[in-house]
């Protein structure tokens, strides 16, 4: 008797947890509502284009939708074998960076690009701390030891953006339905900035494919330079 009292129990308990489960669902289903962006990059010869920074601004510039990335969003810039890694990084607003140094030898990280300008000192290993990068714009990240270190941070505002895999591919998923402009950027890329900006309709489901094919080759050299000319010393 007793047993079956426990086994009711646990059934009226499975029960209360089952419907939970599908509130749960259903409202994971509610949040995860909109459609996905397929971005595609790719050469003049339709080889793709990996590394290139993708930002996604709803059209009409509604800033309400211009979600900032929560307090303490973090990303890091490493450095190895006198490169930074990633070359291209592409943050929120707001975003903190980590400049460790995994190399065998010393580097001194600078930036004087307008967004944000920050020397830090000559270190190897030690993890200095965390650069903010607080406003948005196209930091270029030089080493003032090695002149062909060179790195970029994309800091934006845009609610939703990335860069492109090996595949020259980004699937930004689950976007608001709206109409969105969709930008492109990378250092080895030539083409007219006006030229690598496409308007997007993204509906409440399924994939808005966006397809970027550049017109002109790509560089050979990474562009722009970190400015040195302002280096006190
Ligand atoms: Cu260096």
């Given at each position: 008797?007793?047993?079956?009292?426990?086994?009711?129990?646990?059934?009226?308990?499975?029960?209360?947890?089952?419907?939970?489960?599908?509130?749960?669902?259903?409202?994971?289903?509610?949040?995860?509502?909109?459609?996905?962006?397929?971005?595609?990059?790719?050469?003049?010869?339709g080889?793709?284009?990996?590394?290139?920074?993708?930002?996604?601004?709803?059209?009409?510039?509604?800033?309400?939708?211009?979600?900032?990335?929560?307090?303490?969003?973090?990303?890091?810039?490493?450095?190895?074998?006198?490169?930074?890694?990633?070359?291209?990084?592409?943050i929120?607003?707001?975003t903190?960076?980590?400049?460790?140094?995994?190399?065998?030898?010393?580097?001194?990280?600078?930036?004087?690009?307008?967004?944000?300008?920050?020397?830090?000192?000559?270190y190897?290993?030690?993890?200095?701390?965390?650069?903010?990068?607080?406003?948005?714009?196209?930091?270029?990240?030089?080493?003032?030891?090695?002149?062909?270190?060179?790195?970029?941070?994309?800091?934006?505002?845009?609610?939703?953006?990335?860069?492109?895999?090996?595949?020259?591919?980004?699937?930004?998923?689950?976007?608001?339905?709206?109409?969105?402009?969709?930008?492109a950027?990378?250092?080895?890329?030539?083409?007219?900035?006006?030229?690598?900006?496409?308007?997007?309709?993204?509906?409440?489901?399924?994939?808005?494919?966006?397809?970027?094919?550049?017109?002109?080759?790509?560089?050979?050299?990474?562009?722009?330079?970190?400015?040195?000319?302002?280096?006190?010393?």
């Open positions: 008797m007793e047993r079956k009292v426990r086994t009711t129990l646990k059934v009226a308990r499975w029960r209360r947890g089952c419907l939970a489960c599908v509130a749960t669902l259903m409202a994971g289903s509610a949040l995860a509502a909109g459609g996905d962006l397929d971005v595609r990059v790719r050469d003049r010869a080889r793709p284009v990996a590394d290139v920074a993708i930002t996604v601004m709803p059209r009409g510039g509604n800033p309400a939708r211009a979600a900032r990335p929560a307090a303490g969003a973090h990303a890091v810039l490493d450095q190895k074998n006198r490169a930074f890694v990633p070359a291209l990084l592409v929120g607003t707001g903190s960076v980590d400049f460790p140094n995994n190399d065998t030898v010393s580097h001194q990280v600078y930036s004087f690009s307008p967004a944000k300008k920050f020397k830090l000192p000559l190897k290993g030690v993890v200095h701390p965390p650069v903010t990068f607080d406003q948005p714009g196209l930091v270029v990240i030089g080493c003032n030891i090695h002149d062909e270190m060179v790195g970029y941070i994309l800091v934006t505002d845009a609610p939703a953006f990335g860069r492109t895999d090996a595949d020259g591919r980004l699937t930004l998923p689950h976007l608001a339905a709206g109409d969105y402009e969709v930008t950027w990378g250092p080895y890329i030539a083409d007219e900035a006006s030229t690598l900006v496409r308007a997007v309709r993204v509906e409440a489901s399924g994939t808005a494919p966006v397809a970027i094919d550049l017109r002109r080759d790509l560089r050979n050299q990474p562009e722009p330079r970190p400015g040195r000319s302002d280096w006190e010393y």
